[in-house]
Structure formats: C-alpha cells, structure tokens
C-alpha cells in the first residue's frame, strides 16, 4: 500500500515561495510516477505538475511553467514541488498523488491510485 504524505503547506505572500514534499513509504517508489494536484475552494481539482518513473520526465500545468519545479529524489522516497513568484489564485489544497506506469496521461487524475490528505497553501495580496 502507497500512502503520500504531503508537508510544507502554509501562508506566504504574493510573490513569495513555499516547497512542498511528499513522502511515500514504499520499497519500490522509484517505480511511481508522481503528481501534484489542487482544489481551490469551489473549484475541481486540478493538474500541477507530474515527474515520470523513468528519466524524472517533467510536466507542468501552463499556469505554472517558469514558477514551480518538480523534483524527485528516490533515495529518500520523496518528491517536491518548489513554488516560487506565488499569486493569491495558487491559494489551493494541494495533493500528491501516486501511479504505478498504466499508460494514462500525466495530467489524467484519474489515472492516479493513491492520494494523500492534502496541504493547505494560502497566498495573501
């Protein structure tokens, strides 16, 4: 069983940065490709940002290429999501979520089998 758990969450102000992890304790995580997702309030949830299995192939939402990274480092079965020049409308919960190869997009949510509980981000004005 995969169960993300996303840290870094908080309240930053326009223009600011916050890194976002997700832990995952799973013997066999570099074989996950991984993803972050946001629901802002009222909103569906969203595609972020992805790294693949192999090679860390990255994808990226367009509202946030050139401002957030993507990054995994599988030695400590994490991955991180670094947000930088943030604006009040990337006020969201943000998720990690967790797929095994299946051949679905990056952006597909639901081609993803595990999700974590999630991690308030708040951008003030």
């Known amino acids: 069983q995969v169960q993300p758990v996303e840290s870094g969450g908080g309240l930053v102000q326009a223009g600011g940065s916050l890194r976002l992890s997700c832990a995952a304790s799973?013997?066999?995580?570099?074989?996950?490709?991984m993803g972050w997702f946001r629901q802002a309030p009222g909103k569906g949830r969203e595609f972020v940002a992805a790294i693949s299995w192999r090679d860390s192939v990255t994808y990226y939402a367009d509202f946030v290429k050139g401002r957030f990274t993507i990054s995994r480092d599988n030695a400590k079965n994490t991955v991180s999501l670094q947000m930088n020049s943030l604006k009040p409308e990337d006020t969201a919960v943000y998720y990690c979520?967790?797929?095994?190869?299946?051949?679905?997009?990056?952006?597909?949510?639901?081609?993803?089998?595990?999700w974590g509980q999630g991690t308030q981000v708040t951008v003030s004005s």
């Open positions: 979520a967790a797929k095994w190869p299946n051949g679905r997009g990056a952006a597909d949510i639901g081609g993803y089998d595990y």
């Open positions: 799973v013997r066999t995580f570099s074989g996950l490709a």
